[in-house]
């Protein structure tokens, strides 16, 4: 299984710099990046999008798969709705987190869960990736609904990561089967 990654209503793409209008509106949110671990500032305007998503597609050849960052765009008429990400937690850089950001219209519609899955089933098919997991600020109850819809397990809570106290959700390959 490669790149792209189609479901029925979703492509999961690499992020190009010509998203930088429509990843805006996702980063540049007070509604999304509050919620991100770690916090992440907004973004300022499509010019300063442009320049993260330039880095985060320097980045990319870079990373031993499953990690990466990834558009997710709507099927039906092209539009980006939201990202996708895997990455190392810290502070030991052994567990793989799985994480996801919506544009806020895009909130309420399971774009989230029918995203987050597909590239759980790519990140399994990938060698040597048994578990991922998902972290969560206590207050996000979207984020926490999304991990158990995904059929992560609550692992229970803990400030090992980023220095906050998060909701540690936790899925493994043998749970799909």
Excluded: C
Aim: aromatic fraction near 10%; glycine fraction near 6%.
């Amino acid at each position: 299984m490669s790149m792209p990654l189609t479901t029925d209503r979703l492509v999961i793409r690499d992020w190009s710099e010509e998203d930088a209008e429509a990843a805006y509106p996702i980063y540049g949110s007070s509604e999304v990046t509050h919620w991100l671990t770690p916090a992440m500032d907004q973004v300022t305007d499509a010019a300063a999008m442009r320049s993260v998503l330039q880095a985060w597609q320097e980045a990319q050849p870079n990373l031993i798969p499953p990690r990466g960052r990834w558009a997710v765009e709507r099927r039906s008429d092209g539009r980006v709705v939201g990202g996708l990400g895997i990455r190392l937690l810290p502070p030991y850089q052994e567990d793989l987190e799985l994480s996801w950001q919506l544009h806020p219209e895009a909130w309420g519609q399971g774009y989230a869960t029918e995203a987050a899955r597909a590239l759980i089933e790519w990140a399994f098919a990938q060698h040597d990736t048994d578990e991922l997991f998902a972290v969560a600020r206590p207050a996000n109850t979207r984020a926490n609904a999304t991990a158990k819809r995904l059929g992560m397990q609550w692992v229970g809570e803990t400030t090992k990561y980023y220095g906050l106290r998060l909701q540690v959700y936790r899925i493994r390959h043998s749970d799909l089967v």
